[in-house]
């Protein structure tokens, strides 16, 4: 089967650090994006990664560990504008179909 | 360069009704994937298309169809609406994997608002 596991809602407060893990089980993998999806909105790509190890783009990083099937998105000096849900997808198969968790609402407060 | 495009942006039909939906890639890509995101849940994988063919498919029923055109774009049609079609109707595009400029990055459209009443 597959499964993608997400905590459901987070909270922080603007400035601080998140970190928003992810667990998956997928019958292939082909790497491991991670979407911003405001409210009502289409997702916007944030990060992928296909090997293990960090990548760092700005405040966002995103890490891989493909043995523990694990992954964890960090956002650093949290913005107001950041409040949204995060995606966690896997591509399964060499041809790009991806298979979503249920995502994480961030709420930052003041 | 334009990214990608869906129309309509939202569309009310009753339960039995069909409806299809449009969808332009992005610039330079060939490849469209079609999912639905029910409310509070993550988008879900219909079908995807290239080269005018539906290369793989989620598991949604015969009742979701769809078409891809010479210039890329694609349509999905539902047929014989249910209540539970209702969602917002997302489209990805890329490029097809192994060519020279792939990088396995897809690109979402607005997408479309299905309500079903």
């Known amino acids: 089967g597959q499964n993608i596991d997400q905590p459901t809602e987070m909270t922080a407060t603007e400035g601080a650090i998140v970190q928003i893990n992810c667990t998956y089980q997928t019958s292939g993998f082909n790497g491991l994006f991670w979407y911003q999806q405001h409210a009502g909105e289409a997702p916007t790509f944030l990060s992928y990664n296909v090997l293990d190890g960090l990548e760092e783009k700005g405040r966002f990083s995103s890490f891989l560990s493909r043995s523990k099937g694990y992954s964890y998105l960090l956002l650093k000096e949290l913005q107001m504008k950041d409040s949204a849900s995060y995606l966690c997808?896997?591509?399964?198969?060499?041809?790009?179909?991806?298979?979503f968790g249920t995502g994480t609402r961030l709420l930052v407060s003041p | 360069d334009a990214g990608v495009t869906q129309s309509p942006t939202h569309l009310i039909k009753t339960r039995g009704q069909q409806v299809t939906l449009r969808c332009s890639p992005k610039s330079g890509h060939d490849t469209v994937s079609w999912y639905q995101q029910a409310l509070g849940q993550g988008p879900q994988f219909i079908f995807q298309?290239?080269?005018?063919?539906?290369?793989q498919r989620g598991n949604f029923p015969d009742r979701f169809s769809g078409h891809q055109f010479p210039n890329y774009s694609s349509e999905l049609n539902v047929n014989a609406l249910l209540l539970g079609d209702s969602a917002l109707y997302l489209c990805?595009?890329?490029?097809?994997?192994?060519?020279?400029?792939?990088?396995?990055?897809?690109?979402f459209g607005p997408g479309t608002r299905l309500t079903v009443l």
């Open positions: 298309y290239y080269e005018e063919e539906e290369r």
């Open positions: 997808a896997v591509c399964d198969t060499g041809f790009q179909k991806l298979v």
């Open positions: 990805a595009s890329s490029l097809a994997a192994g060519g020279r400029r792939w990088n396995n990055e897809q690109f």
